[in-house]
């Protein structure tokens, strides 16, 4: 099965040794993304409404890269700092899908990467 390597400017650069996403097998699977602003490096945090429209802005560019849109996802994975901000993310987050919403699981961990409150993952079919 080939895989092939996907990477937008228009999303943030990997902060480590992973792709943004890998296009393999008819799926495209995407990295985390969190709320940093491709075009200045900055971390946004100011508020929970914010932090998640930056993450579905991220989520889409690399989408868009490879052609797709939110209605190609299948799966998601919702990470957050304190399940306290479920109910704020999870309105953000159903905005950018129209019915047939995908899978989904939420969880609340400890620490997130550049100490942000939310990280997203998807699955979608290419």
Do not use: C, W
């Not at 550049?114 to 699955?123: H, Q």
């Amino acid at each position: 099965m080939e895989k092939k390597i996907i990477n937008t400017n228009n999303a943030p650069a990997p902060i480590g040794p992973y792709s943004q996403a890998v296009r393999a097998g008819g799926m495209l699977f995407v990295s985390g993304q969190v709320a940093i602003d491709p075009a200045t490096g900055d971390v946004i945090t100011t508020d929970t409404v914010s932090e998640t429209h930056q993450v579905m802005r991220n989520l889409k560019a690399v989408l868009t890269e490879a052609g797709l849109d939110f209605s190609a996802v299948v799966k998601t994975t919702i990470f957050l700092s304190d399940m306290s901000l479920f109910a704020t993310v999870n309105e953000v987050y159903g905005s950018y899908f129209t019915g047939n919403y995908p899978t989904r699981e939420t969880v609340a961990v400890k620490t997130l990467p550049k100490n942000v409150n939310v990280e997203i993952s998807v699955i979608a079919v290419a």
